[in-house]
C-alpha cells in the first residue's frame, strides 16, 4: 500500500502561481512512477503531468505544458506540482497518484493509489 496525501491547493487569480506538494508513504516510493490528474465539476478526471521513477523522464497534457513543472525528490518521498500563469479553465480538485512501474502513465487506469485531492480555485 502506498499513502499519498496532498498539500498546497488554494486561491489564485488568474496569472499566479500555485506549487502543490504530494507527500508518500509506505511502500518504496522510487518503485512507482507518479501523477498529477485534475477533475472539474461535471467532468471526467484528466491526466495533467507524469514523471517516471527516476525522475529522468516527465509529460505533460497539452493545456498545462510551459506553464506547469512536475518534480520529485525520491529522498524525500515527494511530488511537486508547480503551476504558473494559472488559468480559470485550471480551476479543478487536483489528485497526487502513484503507478508501479519505472515509466510514465498517462491513464487514469495506469495508477495503482490515489490521494484525496487538494481544491485549486482561479478567479478570473
Known amino acids: 500500500q502506498v499513502q499519498l496525501v496532498e498539500s498546497g491547493g488554494g486561491l489564485v487569480q488568474a496569472g499566479g502561481s500555485l506549487r502543490l506538494s504530494c507527500a508518500a508513504s509506505?511502500?518504496?516510493?522510487?518503485?512507482?512512477?507518479m501523477g498529477w490528474f485534475r477533475q472539474a465539476p461535471g467532468k471526467e478526471r484528466e491526466f495533467v503531468a507524469g514523471?517516471?521513477?527516476?525522475?529522468?523522464?516527465?509529460y505533460y497534457a497539452d493545456s498545462v505544458k510551459g506553464r506547469f513543472a512536475i518534480s520529485r525528490d525520491n529522498a524525500k518521498n515527494t511530488v511537486s506540482l508547480q503551476m504558473n500563469s494559472l488559468k480559470p479553465e485550471d480551476m479543478a480538485v487536483y489528485y497526487c497518484?502513484?503507478?508501479?512501474?519505472?515509466?510514465?502513465?498517462?491513464?487514469?487506469?495506469?495508477?495503482?493509489?490515489w490521494g484525496q485531492g487538494t481544491q485549486v480555485t482561479v478567479s478570473s
Open positions: 497518484a502513484a503507478a508501479t512501474g519505472p515509466a510514465v502513465a498517462r491513464r487514469v487506469d495506469e495508477y495503482d493509489y
Open positions: 509506505g511502500r518504496t516510493f522510487s518503485d512507482y512512477a
Open positions: 514523471i517516471s521513477w527516476s525522475g529522468r523522464s516527465t
